[in-house]
Each structure stands twice: as structure tokens, then as C-alpha cells.
């Protein structure tokens, strides 16, 4: 007996075993009739019952066929003969068939399951010359829940009471259904499962939370899990968070100043649902004229005032609540560039003055150091070429700056020199008044040529050697 069933495992394990993992072997190893130890059926559905013959090489399968144990006794419900053909009795005939009969295969396929049809079902098979073998397979009927997912009775207000989300619902399940809501709220499930007369069982779920808009949008998923259904069965579901209006003010940028144009504040409002509402008042004082305010947004038809500083407040309702923004409004005398503009300019002159300082305290240095003339270095200094332009007179030129000197004096001071400089470039050249050689120099003429536009030969390590 184990050397046919050795044989036909050889060339069909991985089926073998496939079908073992799947549905569990009926009887010890080596029999020769393969049934799953249980079958569930569902409810309205076609269920095959699998029944495989393993008939060795030597044998014949002479008969195969399926009973039905019930109280009373045993029925038959399909024969299977290879040589005389189907026989099904008429109780059946209309709705059980085998689906392909041959020596291997006794499976058969019970059509629209019914609740009369749970029971135990066995497999017989007549071989020749071994005999009789057989194997049973219990069949039970599940009954596949109606799911669907109920909104809550009252709207999801933000900041309200806990509340019912949602109820998932599996409606009469046989088992009953394993129903669960999925989600990152911090809410909590409540079951309440319902039992029938006829043995199924409704299970409700019940999602309680406290709504806040911060989830709006998010989604729920219920889950529900039953073995007449193949994986989980989803169902997700939108959260509606209804909340008051957010308002945000964009348009003023905190440089509104007086004579600026095309201003203009826009209030903007996130709200669910939408809002319907939109208002723009001043909070001390009248609305200013020149103003129009359209929808959301106040427009200055007109460049600003001085007096359009001030504390304006927008309104926005939606069917929720009535929420408002306050902007304070101020009007500066300069725009924030003209504002920085000066300050460069109050730098670059203080940096001016300090320049000028700077050089004075020089000139006043070398001053002190020629005290004591020396000759050596008014020799170079007189060692000039015979076109050269002479300085002009030391009368004409910029005096010494005075320590403290004024900002606007400055400003005259250098205009005087560059209208100097350009006066001694259009001046026709005049005689040069080169210093004799020998002659020194006066130290008038010396300061004169240091401030100068001239080029001077001034060897400076010469003259302190
Ligand atoms: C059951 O089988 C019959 C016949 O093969 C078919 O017409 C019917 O659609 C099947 N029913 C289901 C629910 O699969
Ligand atoms: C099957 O038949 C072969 C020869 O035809 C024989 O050797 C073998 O023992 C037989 N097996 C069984 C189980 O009878
Ligand atoms: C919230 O619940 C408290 C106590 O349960 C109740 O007094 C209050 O009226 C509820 N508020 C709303 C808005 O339903
Ligand atoms: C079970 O009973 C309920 C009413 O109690 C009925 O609505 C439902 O259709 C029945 N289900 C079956 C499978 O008979
Ligand atoms: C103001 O709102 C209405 C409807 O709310 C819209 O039809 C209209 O175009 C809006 N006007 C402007 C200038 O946006
Ligand atoms: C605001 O100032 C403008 C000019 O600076 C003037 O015409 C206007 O009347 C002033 N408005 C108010 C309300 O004082």
C-alpha cells in the first residue's frame, strides 16, 4: 500500500504538499483519498469540496463518491463511476456537479450555499483489488457582512465636546465580524455587536474623539476582517472639522510712508465652512477718505497721510463664528530706503571729516619737522622741469582745516577744490615760475605743492634722512 503512494508522490510533491499547507490532510499518510479537514462556505456562494484520488499504477478505480452524514444516516449525494458515468440524486441535481471527474479527482462544487448545507461530507473510493477508502471534510457556512461606514449625527465643531465620528458597522456576520478603527487621532472605539435570531451577529464601532482643526481633512479607516472576505476590507473616511475663521492681514509690509501709493491689506481667512463675511473698520477713529474696500482687501486710492496711522481691524465670520485681526498702521515721514540713505550719508560725512582731520594733523606734523630747514631736500624739491605748470598762489587754495570743522564746510571745501582743479586744467599754461635754483623754497609754497594737483618729486626718505 505505501508503494503506489511513494509513486505518485515522486512526480506531484510540490502540489502534495501545496495542498496539505492549504487545506490539512484527512487519515494517515499514504491513503489515497486527499480531503481538506474543513471547508467554509459562504453563505450564497458555490463551495467545492476537493477530493483527490491517488491511485497507484496496479490499482482501478473502480467508483468514486460523496456522502453526506446527517442525523438520520448517511445520503448520497454524487457517484462518480468511469465506466457507467455521474449519478447525482434530484434533491441535488440542481446545484452540485463535479467539476472534473476522472479516476484522480472526485472533487465536487456546491452551488448557492445555504445554511442547510453546513455539515460533515466524505469522500469514498472503490478501487480494485484494494477496496474502500475514504475521508470526510466538515463543511461550515460563513456569512459575509454588509460593511458600510455611518457619519456621526452631529457636525465635527472645533474645540466641541467628545462626539461620534463615525460608526463603522458589519452587518450580520457569521462568525462575527473583527471590526477596528484605524487611525492617529487620539480618539477611542467603542464595539457593540448585535445578534440575530438566525445566527449572525451585526458588530458596530463607534469612533469618539474631540474634534480639533488641526486634523481636518485627515482620514479614518475602518477596518474590518471576517474569513468569508479575502484580506482586510477598508473603508476610509474624510474628517469634516468645521472651525471659525484664521485670519491673517498680508499687504502691509512696515514701510508705509507718507506720499506712497497703490497700498493696499488683504485679510485672509482660512475658515471651514468657507466665509461669508468680510469687514475692514477703523478701531481710533473714522475711516479715512480715499479708501475703498473691496471684499477682503482695503485699498488707499490715494498716496498716504500722516494721519491714516492708525489701528484697523478686520472681520471675518463664517456660519461658525465671527473672528477678528487688529494691524497697526504707521505712517513714517521717510520711506525705510530714504531712512537708510541718510544714514550713509551722515557716515561717508563724518568719515569725510575724519579724513580731513587726519590730513591736517599730517601737514601739521611735517609743519614742525621743517623747522629746521635742510638743504638737501629743497634742492630736489626745485629740480624742476622747465614746463612745469606752477602751483597757483597759496591765497587761492583751501586753508588749512580747522580741528571741529562743520559738515557743510567740508562739503564747500571740497566743491572749492575740484572748481580749482578744473580751473587749472583750462587755464591757458602760464610762464613757469619755477624757484631759482639755490633759492629755497618758502614754506608757503611747500604746503601748497603737498595739497596741489601737481605732481612733485618728494623723496621722502631723503627728506626725514
Ligand atoms: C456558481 O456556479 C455557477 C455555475 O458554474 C455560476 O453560474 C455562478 O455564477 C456561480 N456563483 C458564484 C457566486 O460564483
Ligand atoms: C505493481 O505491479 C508491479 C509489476 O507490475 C509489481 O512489481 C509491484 O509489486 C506491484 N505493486 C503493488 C503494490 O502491488
Ligand atoms: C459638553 O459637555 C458638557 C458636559 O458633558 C455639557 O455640559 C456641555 O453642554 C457640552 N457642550 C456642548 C457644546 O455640547
Ligand atoms: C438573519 O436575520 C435577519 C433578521 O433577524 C435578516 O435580516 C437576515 O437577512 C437574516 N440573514 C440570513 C442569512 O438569513
Ligand atoms: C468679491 O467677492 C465676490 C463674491 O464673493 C466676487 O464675485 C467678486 O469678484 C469679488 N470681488 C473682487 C474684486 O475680488
Ligand atoms: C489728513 O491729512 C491730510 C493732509 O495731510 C488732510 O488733507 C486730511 O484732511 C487729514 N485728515 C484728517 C481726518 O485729519
Not at 582743479?421 to 601748497?448: F, I
Amino acid at each position: 500500500m505505501s508503494a503506489p503512494s511513494r509513486r505518485t508522490r515522486v512526480g506531484r510533491r510540490g502540489g502534495v504538499a501545496l495542498f496539505h499547507l492549504l487545506c490539512g490532510i484527512t487519515g494517515v499518510w499514504g491513503s489515497q483519498v486527499v480531503v481538506p479537514q474543513r471547508v467554509s462556505a459562504v453563505l450564497g456562494k458555490n463551495v467545492s469540496l476537493e477530493c483527490r484520488v491517488e491511485v497507484g499504477a496496479n490499482l482501478t478505480l473502480t467508483q468514486s463518491s460523496w456522502e453526506r452524514r446527517l442525523p438520520s444516516g448517511s445520503v448520497t449525494v454524487a457517484v462518480y463511476n468511469p465506466q457507467f458515468g455521474i449519478s447525482i440524486p434530484p434533491e441535488f441535481k440542481p446545484r452540485l456537479r463535479f467539476r472534473s471527474p476522472s479516476p484522480y479527482d472526485a472533487s465536487i462544487v456546491l452551488e448557492n450555499v445555504g445554511f442547510s448545507d453546513v455539515g460533515i461530507y466524505t469522500c469514498k473510493v472503490a478501487t480494485f483489488p484494494l477496496g474502500n477508502t475514504q475521508a470526510s471534510t466538515t463543511v461550515s457556512v460563513l456569512v459575509e457582512p454588509k460593511i458600510y461606514v455611518a457619519a456621526g449625527s452631529t457636525a465635527l465643531i472645533d474645540g466641541g465636546n467628545e462626539t461620534v465620528v463615525a460608526t463603522c458597522i458589519a452587518e450580520r456576520a457569521r462568525p462575527p465580524a473583527e471590526v477596528s478603527w484605524e487611525s492617529n487621532l487620539f480618539g477611542q472605539s467603542e464595539v457593540q455587536l448585535f445578534d440575530e435570531a438566525n445566527g449572525t451577529t451585526s458588530t458596530q464601532v463607534r469612533y469618539l474623539w474631540q474634534p480639533t482643526r488641526h486634523v481636518q481633512g485627515q482620514t479614518l479607516t475602518c477596518v474590518v476582517r471576517h474569513p468569508a472576505l479575502h484580506g482586510d476590507f477598508r473603508i476610509p473616511y474624510q474628517l469634516n472639522v468645521q472651525f471659525a475663521p484664521d485670519i491673517s492681514v498680508v499687504g502691509y509690509d512696515g514701510d508705509w510712508y507718507v506720499g506712497r501709493e497703490h497700498v493696499q491689506m488683504t485679510c485672509k481667512a482660512n475658515a471651514n465652512p468657507p466665509a461669508h463675511h468680510f469687514r475692514w473698520i477703523r478701531l481710533d477713529g473714522e475711516m479715512p477718505e480715499g479708501v475703498e474696500i473691496i471684499n477682503s482687501t482695503l485699498l488707499f486710492l490715494r498716496p498716504l497721510h500722516r494721519n491714516d496711522s492708525g489701528v484697523y481691524r478686520c472681520e471675518v465670520a463664517n456660519d461658525i463664528n465671527l473672528r477678528s485681526r487688529d494691524v497697526r498702521i504707521l505712517i513714517q515721514d521717510q520711506s525705510q530706503a530714504e531712512r537708510s540713505n541718510s544714514i550713509a550719508v551722515a557716515g561717508a560725512v563724518m568719515g569725510a571729516v575724519l579724513a580731513l582731520f587726519l590730513i591736517t594733523v599730517f601737514i601739521i606734523v611735517i609743519h614742525s619737522a621743517r623747522k629746521a630747514p635742510q638743504p638737501a631736500f629743497t634742492d630736489k624739491v626745485i629740480d624742476l622741469p622747465p614746463t612745469h605748470k606752477p602751483p597757483p598762489p597759496y591765497s587761492e587754495r583751501a586753508p588749512a582745516v580747522p580741528l571741529g570743522v562743520h559738515a557743510s564746510q567740508v562739503a564747500w571745501l571740497c566743491q572749492s577744490r575740484r572748481a580749482e582743479r578744473a580751473h587749472a586744467a583750462t587755464d591757458a599754461p602760464q610762464p613757469p615760475t619755477a624757484t631759482r635754483p639755490g633759492q629755497q623754497p618758502s614754506r608757503l609754497e611747500w604746503v601748497s605743492h603737498q595739497g596741489g594737483t601737481e605732481r612733485v618729486y618728494i623723496n621722502h626718505r631723503e627728506h626725514y634722512v
